[in-house]
């Protein structure tokens, strides 16, 4: 099983910030937290990771709470292309045995609406 | 970050005959993953694939159906053997990230396949 949860759907008006829940009670200390997305009929992207400081980048903003049993991906703008599924995935950065493997749950389901 | 191609982009086949998956990748990496995309759902992990050895197939994934081969360091195949209806998935590869990119996976744009 996925060892995050996160909200089924979510909707969000274009040019507004979108913001997408993420909790991973059970995550451990060499677990990073890792988003992807997958716009459909394509295959997942990439987004943005972090350990426990908050993380930016060109395509969005990681906030991880001080206990890293939760965090948010803040899609500081978002625009009708951002429609997709969004994946929280905890997981080490290594990849031996099954520790490396990404596990997909079922993701939120972003829809941005003009 | 890793540009992976696969081919073909999809494919409609008959059942009981296979089809083999192809994915490039544009740089040398140890491993290469395997995953399957069932209809409305999420992404599963079939095997992984390293240069040198046998995939190593993840419960609920056997060889004979998806044998894989890893013939070098930036290219594998997947084969979807003696298909049936169940099998229509999109299948998608996937290879590690390096250096400054390590821990991340990049993703190919999948194979869409319609088992009849």
């Known amino acids: 099983d996925a060892k995050t949860t996160q909200p089924t759907s979510m909707d969000c008006a274009e040019g507004r910030a979108a913001n997408l829940p993420c909790n991973h009670s059970?995550?451990?200390?060499?677990?990073?937290v890792y988003w992807y997305r997958q716009i459909h009929s394509q295959g997942p992207q990439y987004i943005i990771h972090g350990l426990k400081n908050n993380e930016t980048n060109e395509m969005a903003s990681l906030i991880i709470t001080e206990d890293r049993k939760s965090s948010t991906l803040i899609l500081p703008h978002a625009t009708l292309r951002d429609t997709a599924v969004y994946y929280c995935i905890v997981r080490s950065k290594n990849y031996g045995g099954s520790q490396g493997n990404l596990i997909f749950g079922k993701g939120t389901k972003l829809s941005v609406k003009p | 970050s890793a540009v992976i191609s696969q081919k073909p982009s999809r494919d409609i086949c008959q059942r009981g005959t296979s089809l083999t998956i192809q994915c490039q990748v544009d740089?040398?990496?140890?491993?290469m993953f395997w995953y399957r995309q069932q209809p409305g759902q999420s992404l599963t992990l079939i095997a992984t694939a390293n240069q040198g050895s046998e995939a190593t197939y993840e419960s609920g994934f056997v060889i004979d159906k998806f044998p894989i081969s890893r013939p070098n360091l930036t290219f594998s195949t997947l084969t979807v053997s003696n298909m049936s209806p169940e099998d229509s998935s999109i299948y998608l590869c996937s290879a590690p990230g390096q250096g400054f990119s390590e821990g991340t996976q990049y993703f190919g744009p999948g194979t869409r396949l319609t088992v009849l």
């Open positions: 740089s040398q990496v140890t491993m």
């Open positions: 059970t995550i451990s200390g060499n677990e990073y």
